[in-house]
């Protein structure tokens, strides 16, 4: 096995540490609750398909996701990257934890992922290409930045 590379008895038992820590705190149910609670989405749009109701809804995720799990602790606040990028040439962002994407917003694009996707950094098969990562903090203030 080249340098760098990890096994992959190993990536999997990696990915199923970070599943269970993320997934015991965020899901696609809470996370469109929360849209509704902030107005962006109605009740009314629960009933759509998953992907159709997030579509272009990845920013609210990139920073509703990394607040929710990490909360106040800031040693798990920079255990978080947000990366701005593409997803198929369409413009997209998500989280990175640990050397996974974690990305509550790619069933818009695939139709077939669940609601929360995480994958390897690593994998060979990443539709991911990003154009930047970023700290929550350098976050903010790029956002606050923003054009819109």
């Not at 190993?10 to 970070?18: A, C, H, I």
């Not at 820590?21 to 009314?44: A, C, H, P, R």
């Not at 920013?59 to 798990?76: C, E, K, M, N, Q």
């Not at 992922?113 to 690593?122: N, P, R, Y």
Request: net charge positive; charged share 35%; glycine share 8%.
């Amino acid at each position: 096995m080249s340098k760098g590379k990890k096994k992959p008895n190993l990536v999997l038992k990696e990915k199923k540490k970070v599943e269970d820590f993320i997934l015991d705190k965020i899901s696609g149910e809470k996370f469109v609750n929360y849209l509704i609670s902030i107005g962006e989405l109605t009740k009314q749009d629960k009933e759509q398909k998953y992907g159709d109701v997030i579509k272009d809804k990845c920013r609210y995720f990139a920073t509703w996701g990394l607040a929710t799990v990490a909360g106040p602790d800031r040693d798990i606040q920079k255990d978080f990257k947000i990366h701005e990028g593409s997803v198929q040439g369409n413009h997209h962002v998500w989280l990175e934890y640990k050397g996974f994407y974690v990305d509550g917003t790619i069933a818009q694009f695939y139709p077939d992922k669940k609601d929360i996707f995480i994958t390897s950094k690593l994998s060979g098969k990443s539709v991911y290409r990003s154009h930047g990562s970023y700290s929550l903090v350098e976050w903010f203030d790029k956002e606050e930045n923003r054009l819109y």
